[in-house]
């Protein structure tokens, strides 16, 4: 699951790489695309760094060929002596984004303690695993937490949103409902929520819960707060 969300996450961010391609790199793209269905579109294709290998991202997903574009390997590639997986490495790296781009304006925020470490979430208020990470962060302090309502599950979800958005008190009625279950009342105000599901669709995510840490990097699907604690902190050390 988490390999087509993130895979969906970074499809968008390699654009830009095109415009720098080599000679080289720009003819094994015309092999590659002249090779495959009409449709398929390469995104970019790079040296990877290793091998004598080019990365090629098409849809989304990297894969590798060789200099004259006469095999595509699918899969990650691991080093041996140290056991990373460059793949993912390079995955995480290209689904970066700038924290401070966020409109965070335009999610729902909650803080605790003295609020120093910070991240933010799109969820939905009918996801399951959403609602499992909500109670995770029920014992987390020293946070602040920006919540964007990103309903792309059911009808329903834009309903609870809206409800959320225009509460008195919107942290405590999106826990009221995330992790009590007590249902928001419904309610009439102007919300962001178009324009979040807009942003969302911007930066490729494709499943809730998705975070995204003040370094920019970003995990898709439920942690526990262990693992949230961990990455907090690396973020805040610059990895």
Same mark, same amino acid.
């Given at each position: 699951?988490?390999?087509?969300?993130?895979?969906?996450?970074?499809?968008?961010?390699?654009?830009?790489?095109?415009?720098?391609?080599?000679?080289?790199?720009?003819?094994? $793209?015309?092999?590659?695309?002249?090779? @495959?269905?009409?449709? %398929?579109?390469?995104?970019?294709?790079?040296?990877?760094?290793?091998?004598?290998?080019?990365?090629?991202?098409?849809?989304?997903?990297?894969?590798? %060929?060789? $200099?004259?574009?006469?095999?595509?390997?699918?899969?990650?590639?691991?080093?041996?002596?140290?056991?990373?997986?460059? %793949?993912?490495? $390079?995955?995480?790296?290209?689904?970066?984004? &700038?924290?401070?781009?966020?409109?965070?304006? @335009?999610?729902?925020?909650?803080? &605790?303690?003295?609020?120093? &470490? !910070?991240?933010?979430?799109?969820?939905?208020?009918?996801?399951?695993?959403?609602?499992?990470?909500?109670?995770? @962060?029920?014992?987390?302090?020293? !946070?602040?937490?920006?919540?964007?309502?990103?309903?792309?599950?059911?009808?329903?979800?834009?309903?609870?949103?809206?409800?959320?958005?225009?509460?008195?008190?919107?942290?405590?009625?999106?826990?009221?409902? @995330?992790?009590?279950?007590?249902?928001?009342?419904?309610?009439?105000?102007?919300?962001?929520?178009?324009?979040?599901?807009?942003?969302?669709?911007?930066?490729?995510? $494709?499943?809730?819960?998705?975070?995204?840490?003040?370094?920019?990097?970003?995990?898709?699907?439920?942690?526990?707060?262990?693992?949230?604690?961990?990455?907090? %902190?690396?973020?805040?050390?610059?990895?």
């Amino acid at each position: 699951m988490n390999k087509y969300l993130l895979a969906g996450a970074v499809a968008a961010l390699f654009a830009f790489a095109a415009c720098a391609e080599t000679a080289a790199e720009a003819d094994l $793209r015309k092999i590659i695309e002249a090779s @495959m269905n009409k449709d %398929t579109k390469v995104d970019s294709v790079r040296e990877a760094g290793f091998l004598g290998l080019y990365e090629v991202i098409i849809g989304g997903e990297i894969v590798y %060929t060789d $200099r004259k574009g006469n095999y595509l390997l699918v899969g990650d590639v691991v080093e041996t002596k140290t056991h990373k997986n460059l %793949t993912d490495e $390079r995955k995480q790296k290209l689904s970066q984004i &700038r924290f401070s781009d966020l409109p965070l304006d @335009m999610a729902v925020k909650q803080v &605790r303690g003295n609020g120093k &470490r !910070v991240f933010a979430t799109f969820e939905d208020p009918n996801c399951g695993f959403c609602k499992k990470l909500a109670k995770e @962060m029920q014992g987390m302090t020293d !946070v602040t937490i920006y919540t964007f309502l990103y309903p792309i599950l059911t009808p329903d979800s834009a309903d609870k949103s809206k409800a959320i958005w225009c509460a008195k008190d919107q942290a405590k009625a999106w826990n009221d409902w @995330m992790v009590h279950g007590t249902e928001p009342v419904a309610a009439k105000c102007d919300t962001p929520t178009d324009k979040v599901v807009a942003l969302g669709r911007k930066l490729n995510i $494709r499943g809730t819960p998705t975070i995204f840490f003040v370094d920019g990097s970003r995990v898709p699907g439920f942690i526990p707060a262990a693992q949230l604690e961990q990455s907090l %902190t690396k973020a805040a050390s610059g990895g």
